[in-house]
Structure formats: C-alpha cells, structure tokens
C-alpha cells in the first residue's frame, strides 16, 4: 500500500474543508482566530504522525533502511556487514653497509614519510630468512637488502599507499639503515557500504540450500570484502580432468592471498559444497602485466603531474581485474586518455613487449608489473 504524504499546508486547508462543509454557517478560520489554532495544532499532531510512520516503514525493509537498521534486519537471518579489511604488500629494509648480521622481527613498524600511515612486519613461512623460535626475519652478513611483507595496523582504504611513500623506521633496528615500498600497498577496504550490503543479501538469499556455481561463489565473497573468485568445474588443480572435482580460485587484489584467508574460504566453501564432490581452494596464478607507452600532452600540461595520474589509473584498473580476467590490450590507450585531459596522443603502446591482449591461463590474474609512461 502506498503512503499518501500530505503537507502541514494541505492537512489545515483539508480540515478547514471538512470543519465549513459541516457548519450551518460561515466559520472563522483567518489567521489568529481560535479555530484556525485548532486546526493548525492538529495538523502539526498529523505530521508528525506521519514521520512517526515513514519512520517504521523505512526501519522494517531493507532497501529503505540505513546504518544499524540495515545491521539489525540482517542480523535477524544470520546476515553481518562485513568489516574493514587491511592493505598489505611489500616493503625492503636495507642497509649502507652489510657488514654485521641483522634482525628484523615480526610486529616491527613503518610509516609513511608524512607519518599517516603505519604497517606492521607479519610473519611469512615461507620465506627463507624466516625463523620460527625467533619469530622474525635475518639479514645475514653480507645481504644488503630483504623484502618482508606488512599489513596496515589500521583496517580501511587508507591504507593503500603509493609506491615510494613509505620510508620511517619508528623504532631502531641494528644493521637496517632504511626502509622503503617499490611497489604500492593493496587490498584495504573501508567497512562494507550499506548499497553493498543490501546487494549481497540478495544474493545471500538467493543461494540458501542450493548447492550451486552461485551459492559458492556468493559464500567466498561473503568471507572478506575485495575479493574475487572463479571457480573450475570438474577439473584438478593442474587442470586435468577430474569429475564431480572443482577448483576455487580467491584473490583479496595482491595476488598472494594468505594462508589463512585461504583456509577460512574453504571452510565456508565446505558449508554449501554439494555432497559427494571434491574441491580445493587456492590462490591464483599471477600473470604479470608490465606497461610501457608514451603520451603526448598539450603544451602547458604538468608532465610529471600527468604521468603520475596515468601511471595511478593503469595500476587501479589493472589491480581492480578480477581472477580469470584478460587485459585488452587498446585499453591501456583509453585509460591514458581518461586519466587527464592534457594527454593529446598515446603512441609506442605495449603490453608485455607486444601489441596484443593479455589473457591469464587456467587459474589466473592479471596483476600489476612495471609501468613506465614517458
């Protein structure tokens, strides 16, 4: 049923109608008289009646609801907004002179130049200058460098910095003289919008007990915002046949999900999995894009402001690919163009060292290598 709202103008002129089609005679109803008052207070009652109303009606559906509304409709059927997520990605402690063996532990932080940012040294099994009794990474006499993997210490896109911002040590570490990212931070996200919210509900509904390609993938993308996923059917993980096997492939945007995160997708992918199938849960085979072009800008235009812009957009859009994705190779073109109004031209396009689309193999993702715009 829809709720005709009526103005306080038109409920006074509605009861004045209704008040001197009742009377034998001509009633006073200028402004100030006694009836009039009447008649105005009780309009005033009746709008906020009426907000009382629209107030209820917004708060129990929720494509009208907002903020904790939308948090306590779904909470109702087992439904949570999902939190902000953590940027992470590379950075390189070094050192002037290698000469004494050094020690850098997990929890160890760095900042941005500008001191707004901070991310925090986490731990990496894999990685050979690993310890796990001394639960931290040695620089070996002799070794300059090493890269160590950081996470954000504070959830939200703020965290996703440029390369070459990082560069502040904030507490000493013996034997590490600097610090600093070559490559940009990735993957934080601010706490899910409530448009967000309300489409994935949606799709939540749509897949309860339905043992489907769409109850899959609707559950990954539930576990964390950011992500994207491709599922392969009645394949192994090295792509040969394998009936009633499938493969899901999650990417968080840096293309090395953790291990952790991989193991919470497969245990929510085992909760809808249909019964009698096999599965696997993995992260996606990088294929990296690296990109080189040359703009021509017009005459006044800020060159370095202008390459920095479309250097930014060619990494957004290329980061932003989901698993599976190929990179055309004329929108590299496009992406220059859009980035600022000053570029005039693009010529000497390529992507990989040809002029031909990128297209990622079984299992893959297109992500960022080098992009050098001149």
Do not use: H
Request: glycine content about 10%; some cysteine.
């Amino acid at each position: 049923m829809q709720l005709s709202l009526q103005t306080f103008t038109a409920m006074v002129e509605q009861m004045a109608a209704a008040v001197q089609g009742a009377a034998t005679q001509v009633l006073d109803l200028t402004v100030g008289s006694v009836l009039r008052a009447i008649l105005e207070a009780n309009a005033s009652l009746g709008l906020w009646l009426q907000w009382l109303i629209v107030e209820v009606l917004q708060t129990t559906r929720l494509a009208t609801s907002s903020g904790v509304d939308c948090d306590s409709f779904g909470a109702d059927f087992g439904f949570v907004r999902l939190p902000a997520s953590q940027a992470a990605g590379m950075v390189t402690f070094a050192r002037f002179a290698p000469v004494l063996a050094a020690f850098v532990p997990v929890g160890t932080t760095v900042m941005t130049s500008d001191g707004s940012q901070s991310f925090m040294v986490t731990a990496d099994n894999t990685n050979a200058a690993y310890s796990v009794v001394r639960v931290g990474y040695s620089l070996a006499a002799g070794i300059a460098s090493i890269d160590l993997p950081v996470s954000a210490t504070v959830a939200g896109s703020a965290g996703d910095v440029l390369a070459g911002t990082i560069g502040l040590l904030t507490s000493a570490i013996p034997g590490v003289d600097t610090v600093g990212n070559a490559a940009p931070m990735t993957g934080g996200l601010d706490g899910e919008s409530d448009a967000a919210f309300k489409a994935r509900f949606g799709n939540y509904l749509a897949s309860l007990s339905r043992a489907t390609l769409g109850a899959i993938e609707a559950t990954v993308v539930g576990v964390q915002q950011g992500l994207s996923v491709s599922i392969a059917e009645n394949v192994d993980q090295t792509g040969a046949v394998s009936l009633g096997n499938f493969v899901v492939t999650v990417d968080n945007g840096t293309g090395a999900p953790p291990a952790s995160l991989l193991a919470t997708v497969a245990q929510a992918v085992n909760a809808v999995r249909p019964i009698g199938t096999r599965f696997a849960v993995q992260g996606p085979v990088v294929v990296v894009a690296d990109v080189a072009m040359t703009l021509a800008l017009t005459q006044n235009a800020q060159s370095q402001v202008v390459i920095g812009a479309v250097n930014d957009a060619l990494a957004a859009y290329i980061e932003s690919l989901p698993v599976g994705a190929g990179l055309p190779y004329s929108r590299l073109a496009q992406i220059a163009y859009d980035a600022s109004n000053t570029v005039i031209n693009v010529t000497d396009t390529m992507l990989n060292g040809t002029m031909a689309d990128l297209v990622p193999p079984l299992f893959g993702a297109v992500r960022v290598g080098t992009i050098s715009v001149a």
